[in-house]
């Protein structure tokens, strides 16, 4: 008799992202004359670089003029190649982005896996691991710990870091990567990575696991292309898999990607390839974001993270879900409540300065007087 994964049960009835845009889509359908600023979810605002455009234009010419089918399981070794990581080819995994590989990886581990997750947390992480059945423990990034947590108080066997974290924008040290790795290699246990943001780490901060001594022993690290070239509506990423590291994952996340995927589609490979001789959006982004950081704190806000990451994390001192229908109602601005991001995040909001320029200018004008109106 078929039984469906009780599991399901355990997840939250509604992810945060769905229910901030179906609050949106309620207020714009009683209120279709209102001008929105969404400061929500981590999307792009800027079309891509026309490079990029070109790249896929001359790759689909290729493809009518001679059959080029399934990709290579891992990605083309053209892709691997432009990325200029310091590992073997086949350490190298081109996949369809971050969150599909953190959502899949976790078919690596056994079931009575204990996983440590930051919390907050980018959702991803915690509803995979708990349909997979794994044991979730936490690790608290509060501002008495500046959102950075320490190392499990428990022996666990899997760890998720985030960095620079979503939601909450900080950025972990040298130091503190380095009290993880050792972490990791004191108690057996495993390092996954996820660098979707490294592109937006300012200086003195590592932009990559395998900066840290013995990281290559018991880390996999995860990125992608979305926000750094603008390709949440393409999907790429990658996945780092060493093969000096204490167990053979490489070996097995081979075997898993056969069985998984048929590749990467050629046309967004290329893609990559183009934007990788590109400067990322990075920069200009960052400029935005600091701006934005900048003039909330003038106006008193309590601002965290907006340094090393497009998100800032908002103390509203009140319930999450209120502000957030106080900033929808009064000030026409979504925001993504703190606690969809786990119990550390109540009283938080985040915005999202993905947003282009205009949207971010006009945000700081509606912002003013906001604390004072609604306390």
């Known amino acids: 008799m078929f039984t469906s994964n009780p599991a399901f049960t355990l997840l939250k009835e509604n992810y945060v992202f769905k ?14 004359e209102s001008e929105l600023l969404d400061l929500g979810i981590g999307d792009i605002t800027e079309p891509l670089l026309a ?5 896929i234009q001359t790759a689909a010419k290729e493809m009518q003029q001679i059959p080029i089918g399934y990709a290579p399981y891992s990605g083309y070794d053209f892709l ?20 599909s590989e953190t959502a899949q990886i976790q078919e690596l581990f056994t079931q009575n896996t204990i996983v ?3 919390d907050p947390v980018y959702p991803v992480y915690l509803e995979s691991n708990l349909l997979s059945n794994h044991r979730v423990v936490w690790m608290p990034c509060t501002k008495e710990n500046g959102f950075i947590p320490s190392t499990p108080e428990e022996k666990v066997d899997v760890i998720y870091l985030c960095h620079p974290s979503n939601p909450t924008g900080m950025a972990f040290s040298k130091e503190d990567l380095q009290a993880f790795v050792d972490y990791a290699l004191e108690n057996n246990a495993l390092l996954i990575v996820d660098v979707a943001y490294q592109s937006f780490v300012q200086e003195n901060i590592p932009k990559s696991i395998y900066e840290i001594e013995g990281a290559r022993k018991c880390a996999i690290e995860i990125g992608s292309f979305s926000k750094s070239y603008g390709f949440t509506g393409l999907r790429l990423g990658y996945t780092i898999v060493p093969k000096t590291l204490l167990w ?4 097995m996340w081979q075997k898993l990607k056969t069985i998984k995927n048929n590749g990467t589609a050629y046309i967004i490979q290329r893609a990559g390839e183009a934007a990788l001789k590109m400067p990322s959006l990075a920069k200009a982004i960052m400029q935005r974001t600091h701006a934005f950081r900048n003039a909330l704190m003038e106006m008193g806000w309590e601002v965290y993270g907006g340094v090393h990451s497009p998100y800032l994390w908002i103390d ?14 009064e000030r026409q601005i979504i925001s993504t409540p703190g606690s969809g991001f786990g119990k550390n995040g109540k009283e938080f909001v985040r915005f999202s300065c993905f947003a282009n320029k205009k ?17």
């Open 19 to 32: 229910t901030v845009t179906q609050k949106k889509a309620q207020f714009l359908q009683q209120h279709p």
């Open 51 to 55: 490079e990029i455009t070109q790249a």
């Open 316 to 329: 509203t001192k009140t319930d999450d879900w209120e502000f957030f229908d106080f900033l929808l109602k």
């Open 116 to 118: 440590a997750l930051m």
């Open 248 to 251: 053979p994952l490489n070996a």
């Open 359 to 375: 949207t971010l200018l006009g945000a700081t004008q509606r912002l003013k007087n906001a604390l004072s109106c609604h306390r």
């Open 80 to 99: 691997k190649k432009a990325l200029n990581f310091p590992f073997d080819l086949d350490e190298i995994f081109i996949s369809d982005g971050a969150k």
